[in-house]
């Protein structure tokens, strides 16, 4: 299976590759949530794992590990990578999702991607929740959303 993953991976960045430079590439589907920075797109879920679509990562945000587990300001640990993983599953539920990748940025092999689903921008709504943190380096476009998070200690800044 893993090398089904690979060969997708390596159609992808050929169909990037051989588009013009000013084409922006849409990936949609229904998607699955791999952790609370990686979605796959157009797969299925079996064994309460993601198979057959193609993963992204969320351009502008990151989000704890799947397991990494966090200390409130009361110094009580919880489990804030399955948190965001599971933030991230609630808000996809029962929508489709567009991602839009537009600047060819790779990380890790994946496409960073902006993603879009219903009427919300994935990574803005994970920050906003306090969910995952703003990547200040790639862009400012979230700073806003989590100095409220922070301000109202929401999730990771809890």
Same mark, same amino acid.
């Given at each position: 299976m /893993?090398?089904i993953?690979k060969l997708?991976a390596i159609i992808?960045v050929?169909?990037?590759?051989?588009s013009?430079a000013?084409a922006?590439?849409?990936?949609?589907?229904?998607? #699955?949530i791999v952790d609370?920075n990686?979605l796959?797109?157009?797969?299925?879920v079996?064994?309460? &794992? #993601?198979?057959?679509?193609?993963?992204?990562?969320?351009h502008?945000s990151?989000?704890?590990s799947?397991?990494?587990v966090?200390?409130?300001? /009361?110094k &009580?640990?919880w489990? #804030?990578g399955?948190?965001?993983k599971?933030?991230l599953?609630?808000?996809i539920?029962?929508h489709?999702?567009s991602?839009?990748?537009?600047?060819?940025?790779?990380?890790n092999?994946?496409p960073?991607v902006t #993603?879009?689903s219903?009427r919300?921008d994935?990574?803005q709504?994970?920050?906003?929740?306090?969910?995952s943190k703003?990547?200040h380096d790639?862009t400012?476009r979230?700073?806003l959303?989590?100095k409220d998070? &922070?301000?109202? /200690? /929401?999730?990771?800044w809890?």
């Amino acid at each position: 299976m /893993r090398n089904i993953h690979k060969l997708i991976a390596i159609i992808f960045v050929a169909i990037l590759w051989t588009s013009p430079a000013s084409a922006d590439a849409v990936i949609s589907g229904p998607g #699955c949530i791999v952790d609370g920075n990686t979605l796959q797109i157009g797969g299925k879920v079996k064994n309460q &794992k #993601c198979w057959g679509g193609i993963d992204v990562r969320l351009h502008g945000s990151i989000a704890p590990s799947l397991g990494e587990v966090c200390t409130d300001m /009361r110094k &009580k640990e919880w489990n #804030c990578g399955q948190k965001a993983k599971d933030a991230l599953a609630q808000m996809i539920k029962h929508h489709s999702i567009s991602c839009y990748h537009i600047d060819g940025e790779f990380a890790n092999t994946l496409p960073v991607v902006t #993603c879009i689903s219903g009427r919300y921008d994935l990574a803005q709504e994970m920050v906003k929740m306090g969910m995952s943190k703003a990547l200040h380096d790639q862009t400012n476009r979230y700073a806003l959303e989590e100095k409220d998070a &922070k301000q109202s /200690r /929401r999730g990771l800044w809890r």
